[in-house]
Nanobody, 132 residues
Framework: VQLVESGGGLVQPGGSLRLSCAAS????????MNWVRQVSGKGIEWVSA???????YYADSVQGRFILSRDNDKNTAYLQMNSLKPEDTAVYYC???????????????????????????WGQGTQVTVSS
């Protein structure tokens, strides 16, 4: 099983980035995929979720600015991030929810290890820096 994030980088406030999460080793179309992020030195914040039926949910902090989508033919999830703010600066991780688990609202984790309570796989992360 592998989840590989890409697309991070440095962008000015107000700019956009699209993150990708390429999945392999499991049935992607049946899986619920999430993005979480970790600000340097702080805990991990849930960002967004997309379920097999295509339904999506977002943290209040990104609602209206981020769009999560999936391409089951390519086994890839995409996080389109618009109107980026300096407070969006973080390492972004793609993660697969454990079967039967559903997240639709605010949740945080103290450490990456804490993700295991809700997720069974996650990637290495991609850095997003929003700065002028």
């Amino acid at each position: 099983v592998q989840l590989v994030e890409s697309g991070g980088g440095l962008v000015q406030p107000g700019g956009s980035l699209r993150l990708s999460c390429a999945a392999s080793g499991f049935t992607f179309s049946n899986s619920s995929m999430n993005w979480v992020r970790q600000v340097s030195g702080k805990g991990i914040e849930w960002v967004s979720a997309i379920y097999p039926d295509g339904s999506t949910y977002y943290a209040d902090s990104v609602q209206g600015r981020f769009i999560l989508s999936r391409d089951n033919d390519k086994n890839t999830a995409y996080l389109q991030m618009n109107s980026l703010k300096p407070e969006d600066t973080a390492v972004y991780y793609c993660a697969r929810l454990r079967a039967g688990v559903r997240i639709q609202g605010h949740i945080t984790f103290t450490t990456l290890a804490g993700l295991s309570s809700f997720y069974d796989y996650w990637g290495q992360g991609t850095q997003v820096t929003v700065s002028s």
